[in-house]
């Protein structure tokens, strides 16, 4: 029985604030991501990297910072493989870790998958855009134009909205535990998710529309159990107008509000990293007035793993 494959695919940051890999990281992105959406001209490409590396070094160390994405997402694969061989009679999985801008490459772990076994490719984002699902589309769609292989790579879109919904929403209640002290009306929900532009520069999917449908779904299954629900965008600075209301806002609408007590759930994300971490610390740092409980994301949740297992034995 041939086995079957499955790579899990995110962005890949570095795990330490070292220059050299925090370097390697901006220059992939600006090259991979960044460049095909906006006409970023070739020889400012090295100053923008330099910089973006050197600020993220500089934060990461302040911060006493490491981003735990490579061991969540290692603890996802084991997991799913799991639940994957449990759901499945017994037949042979493999699951792969690969990332978009970071090595092991998603290119580079496909190459290593005997072409005669079938593979769907995972990518571990909330919300299918160009920034996301897309990258893996493009990287498998090029890996099988110079590979002959007996079983086309399939890449997988986007979990349901309202299945990640029940999911997210789940996870929040059950961290946030039974008592009054983090639910109740004395108490604001803060649902946090990465900021895109408004009007980008070309045509493309930012994911907006999906991640607002999702903060909608989440929205109706938990404002019953809090004083407040507001969503706040983790946004960058350049690039044109972003999404609004930024973090910083969507916090001082809480504060004015007279909440003394936030918690904080990053439900753009799938795994936690920088931007679900830090970022978020820094924002609620702003608020010293304000208690806060700040959740991880689903992570490798058994019940958000066995969602996935479902999807991939759907896809199979």
């Not at 100053?47 to 590396?53: G, K, T």
């Not at 609408?253 to 679900?276: C, K």
């Not at 806060?292 to 793993?305: E, G, K, Q, T, V």
Request: overall charge negative; proline content about 7%; some cysteine.
């Amino acid at each position: 029985m041939d086995r079957r494959h499955v790579v899990l695919v995110t962005y890949g940051e570095p795990p330490t604030p070292a220059f050299g890999e925090q370097l390697v990281y901006s220059w992939r992105i600006l090259l991979g991501l960044t460049r095909t959406v906006a006409p970023i001209p070739r020889p400012l490409l090295p100053v923008i990297a330099l910089a973006r590396a050197r600020g993220r070094q500089k934060s990461w160390t302040e911060n006493r910072y490491a981003s735990p994405l490579e061991p969540i997402t290692a603890s996802q694969a084991r997991r799913l493989e799991a639940a994957l061989a449990a759901a499945d009679e017994g037949r042979p999985w493999q699951v792969h870790v690969a990332y978009e801008f970071r090595k092991p490459l998603l290119g580079d772990v496909l190459t290593r998958i005997p072409e005669h076994e079938p593979v769907w490719v995972v990518p571990m984002y909330a919300a299918d855009s160009a920034f996301t699902h897309a990258l893996s589309r493009d990287t498998a769609a090029a890996f099988q134009a110079a590979v002959a292989r007996a079983h086309a790579v399939r890449v997988l879109g986007a979990l349901d909205v309202e299945l990640l919904a029940d999911l997210s929403a789940a996870h929040v209640l059950d961290h946030a535990g039974e008592g009054d002290l983090w639910r109740g009306e004395d108490v604001a929900l803060v649902l946090a998710a990465h900021g895109t532009v408004i009007n980008p520069p070309k045509p493309i999917d930012t994911g907006l529309e999906a991640t607002e449908a999702l903060c909608a779904a989440i929205t109706v299954r938990l404002e019953g159990h809090f004083g407040m629900v507001v969503n706040g965008w983790l946004n960058h600075t350049r690039g044109g107008k972003w999404t609004d209301p930024p973090i910083e806002e969507a916090l001082a609408r809480v504060a004015d509000a007279g909440f003394s007590r936030v918690v904080y759930f990053p439900y753009g994300f799938l795994a936690d990293n920088a931007e679900s971490e830090l970022e978020g610390r820094v924002a609620l740092a702003g608020h010293p007035e304000i208690e806060s409980l700040h959740l991880p994301c689903l992570n490798d949740s058994a019940s958000f793993l066995e969602a996935l297992a479902r999807q991939i034995l759907r896809a199979a």
